[in-house]
């Protein structure tokens, strides 16, 4: 199969009908399926991606100094500040349209592992169930000194439009300083997340690969490693992305107009049961 750009020779809407009717069909047929996600899925809730525009989050801030486990040893109120600013501005977000969709796809389906890249609660709130965070939970909080989660709740943040240092909490536990529940930049993924993503892409007959760069391994081999088993891959992204080569079928269309689409034409392709 080569990967094919949905656009040829008719109006975009008829186009993204025609998408939506035949991707609605594979989806119906495939026994399994695996629906991987990454920022450009919350990018409609108003959450920032990481790439890609002026505004997305590794243009405006350095990785280096706020996602790696040195930054926090060399400034730990600074990350901190950073990531309370992103939790509470996921805690005034709401799931969008193709959260909702994807959840009510995948109860209509029955066999849909969603495994994700963000660390944002918006597939959760939507009622879907999250087979695999991959890169973690932001409000999976831990000890960074000696691992015991954190459950005390946090305390209230302003609703800054830049973030601010702030000292982390304290750990119960040990004292020690509490972290977000995210994987940074030189640390392994979490095991049963990352053996439950795998498990999911080698098991699907079809893969929707949903508003992700395909940029940051090993999350991104997920796509080539379904179709080395099989699958159908299908990206659904309003831009190109290096995935080409592990995609099937290129939807350019962002996940709040694709997945209520699919929805509504699985809807209309599958009888109630
Ligand atoms: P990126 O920010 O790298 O990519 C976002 C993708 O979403 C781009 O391909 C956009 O074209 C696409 N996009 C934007 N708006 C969209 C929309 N409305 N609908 C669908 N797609 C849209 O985000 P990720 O690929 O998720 O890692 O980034 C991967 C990892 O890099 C993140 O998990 C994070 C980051 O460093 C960690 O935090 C460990």
């Given at each position: 199969m080569s990967q094919r750009?949905?656009?040829?020779?008719?109006?975009v809407s008829s186009a993204q009908a025609d998408t939506a009717a035949q991707v609605a069909q594979w989806l119906a047929q495939a026994r399994h399926v695996c629906v991987v996600t990454g920022a450009g899925m919350s990018a409609e809730s108003g959450i920032p991606t990481f790439?890609?525009?002026?505004?997305s989050l590794w243009s405006r801030f350095d990785p280096q100094q706020l996602a790696t486990a040195e930054a926090w040893r060399a400034d730990s109120e600074l990350v901190w500040g950073w990531y309370r600013w992103r939790m509470a501005g996921v805690q005034r977000a709401q799931p969008n349209a193709g959260h909702c969709a994807l959840a009510a796809l995948a109860a209509r389906h029955g066999s849909v592992a969603l495994v994700t890249q963000?660390?944002?609660d918006l597939h959760e709130r939507a009622s879907s169930t999250v087979a695999a965070h991959v890169h973690g939970n932001l409000f999976a909080l831990r000890c960074f000194d000696c691992g015991h989660p954190h459950d005390a709740p946090l305390a209230p943040c302003a609703p800054d439009s830049t973030p601010l240092r702030l000292a982390p909490p304290v750990c119960g536990h040990c004292g020690g300083q509490v972290r977000p529940g995210v994987v940074w930049f030189g640390e392994a993924l979490p095991a049963d997340a990352w053996h439950a993503a795998v498990q999911a892409a080698s098991d699907c007959e079809l893969m929707l690969v949903v508003g992700?760069?395909?940029?940051?391994h090993p999350a991104a081999g997920l796509p080539a490693l379904a179709r080395r088993h099989g699958a159908r891959v299908v990206e659904i992204n309003p831009a190109p992305t290096a995935l080409a080569p592990s995609v099937d079928w290129a939807w350019r269309a962002t996940a709040a107009t694709a997945l209520p689409a699919l929805l509504a034409c699985l809807e209309g392709s599958v009888p109630d049961p």
């Open positions: 750009e949905p656009h040829h020779g008719t109006t790439r890609g525009t002026d505004d963000n660390v944002d992700t760069s395909g940029l940051v």
